[in-house]
């Protein structure tokens, strides 16, 4: 790898990470429902979405740009792991609603918000 590609992954991550933190600690668990994670896979999720919607349609971005924002923000802003340990914690604390709720509101709004920010790439 080179430094420039070092440096776009290092840059993204760092202020995915810092972003998430700060995300997470505005929405802190919501009545026992982790709020500030199903935020921040939201938000990654549509910018996943923008991103590659931009290069569908043919926008022009080069590869140190996606790389700065699709694997090294969002990469770090948006972990499935941590959305997958808080499920087994709802889980393991026998809630189950509140872990079907976390799961089908995690799957199903940021897919759909990956489809919006496609849709708005193509405006």
């Known amino acids: 790898m080179n430094v420039k590609i070092w440096l776009a992954l290092a840059i993204g991550g760092a202020l995915g990470a810092l972003t998430r933190y700060w995300i997470s600690g505005l929405a802190p668990l919501y009545k026992g429902f982790p709020l500030g994670t199903l935020i921040v896979n939201s938000f990654a999720s549509f910018i996943l979405g923008y991103l590659y919607g931009l290069l569908f349609f043919g ?12 694997t090294g923000f969002c990469g770090a802003l948006s972990t499935f792991s941590t959305f997958s340990y808080e499920t087994f914690r709802l889980l393991r604390e026998r809630e189950y609603s509140l872990a079907f709720l976390n799961i089908s509101a995690n799957v199903i709004i940021t897919i759909s918000l990956v489809f919006l920010g496609f849709i708005l790439a193509k405006r």
């Open 59 to 70: 926008y022009d971005i080069s590869s140190n740009a996606r790389l700065f924002l699709g």
